[in-house]
């Protein structure tokens, strides 16, 4: 089963980039807007990790923080506190309140992504797949090796998150809006053609000869790692 996350957000967009960016990861996301919904929804079902934004309506995230901490149920799961304060003294206050990390907005997604895989490997070391294998390729994420058949598969560290990105969600056809965002980060501003330069490096280094590429590109839409790969390699 996957990781179940809760994200406490009030601000929509907020919610729905992040929605978007931990279902495209393969965890399942449960949203509220104010401590509590959040509440009713811990009830419902214990999240495996919290995303709660500081500044809520009614009850502060800092407050549902130390009420949670103070529950013998929800003592141990992780929080990540979001927040626009990026002072020192607000940051150890945050802390200091149970949550186990801070992450201050504007944030870098990717970043955030790998600070929950993170405290989940630390927290249930069995909620993160270590690695993703579609036919003869297969992502080690624990070592950051790529195979394909007997040999590895030599990759910069971008087109590594790049083939991370589309491992993930076989079929699934990609913007280039959206890569940029899942990849670069949508803090960074980067022309979208860079995505086609580096799908085309990505290809070179995992197709020898006359393997079959398992990028497919969808003109007009995208790219996607193509779902047929896994029968045809």
């Not at 149920?73 to 992780?78: I, K, L």
């Not at 249930?124 to 993703?132: G, Y």
């Not at 992502?139 to 990105?165: F, I, K, M, N, S």
Request: proline residues 4%; charged residues 30%; contains cysteine.
């Amino acid at each position: 089963m996957p990781a179940t996350i809760l994200v406490v957000e009030d601000e929509g967009d907020i919610a729905i980039l992040l929605r978007y960016n931990l279902e495209a990861e393969g965890f399942r996301v449960v949203t509220a807007e104010t401590g509590d919904e959040a509440t009713h929804a811990i009830q419902d079902k214990l999240p495996d990790l919290i995303l709660l934004d500081w500044m809520l309506p009614e009850i502060s995230g800092i407050e549902l923080c130390r009420r949670l901490r103070a529950r013998e149920e929800t003592a141990r799961v992780p929080i990540i506190m979001l927040t626009a304060r990026g002072e020192e003294e607000e940051r150890v206050r945050g802390l200091a309140t149970g949550a186990d990390d801070y992450v201050v907005k504007p944030f870098s997604v990717p970043e955030l992504v790998a600070r929950i895989h993170a405290l989940l490997r630390r927290a249930n070391p069995n909620l993160v797949t270590a690695a993703l294998k579609v036919g003869d390729l297969e992502l080690d994420r624990t070592t950051h090796r790529v195979r394909r058949a007997a040999r590895d598969v030599h990759l910069g560290p971008t087109e590594y998150r790049l083939l991370e990105y589309l491992m993930r969600h076989p079929g699934r056809v990609y913007s280039r809006e959206q890569l940029l965002d899942g990849v670069w980060g949508n803090d960074v501003y980067v022309d979208e053609r860079t995505v086609d330069v580096h799908i085309g490096r990505l290809r070179r280094a995992i197709n020898r000869g006359r393997e079959t590429d398992p990028i497919r590109t969808v003109r007009g839409a995208g790219y996607a790692f193509d779902e047929r790969f896994a029968q045809v390699a």
